[in-house]
Nanobody
Framework: VQLQASGGGVVPAGGSLRLSCAAA????????AAWYRQAPGKHRELVAG?????EYADSVKGRFTISRDNTRNTLYLQMNDLTPEDTATYYC????????????????WGRGTQVTVSS
């Protein structure tokens, strides 16, 4: 399985972006999907995750929304009211059951997509 992230770019403060992460391969089900980000000199942090429940980092609550279109096998992160503190490389992450029910479950990461918010 490969995850391909896209949608990053340079936006002014207050702007919006929508990140996408397309999954391709022998996917039976996605058990958990998340977006992480890593800013220069900082640890990678969870931005939003969706499984049995949806969770958000406190810093993005009310501004970011995670969603997944299972018909397209694509994960999204809608980001509104962006601030310079949101500048980071964003990574998608999914726990996927392969082939059939009860098949192997493996964690996958997409390559990062850069988000830069100018002040």
């Amino acid at each position: 399985v490969q995850l391909q992230a896209s949608g990053g770019g340079v936006v002014p403060a207050g702007g919006s972006l929508r990140l996408s992460c397309a999954a391709a391969g022998p996917i039976f089900s996605v058990n958990y999907a998340a977006w992480y980000r890593q800013a220069p000199g900082k640890h990678r942090e969870l931005v939003a995750g969706s499984g049995r429940a949806t969770e958000y980092a406190d810093s993005v609550k009310g501004r970011f929304t995670i969603s997944r279109d299972n018909t397209r096998n694509t994960l999204y992160l809608q980001m509104n009211d962006l601030t310079p503190e949101d500048t980071a490389t964003y990574y998608c992450n999914e726990y996927i059951t392969l082939h059939f029910e009860g098949g192997p479950t493996t964690e996958y990461w997409g390559r990062g997509t850069q988000v830069t918010v100018s002040s």
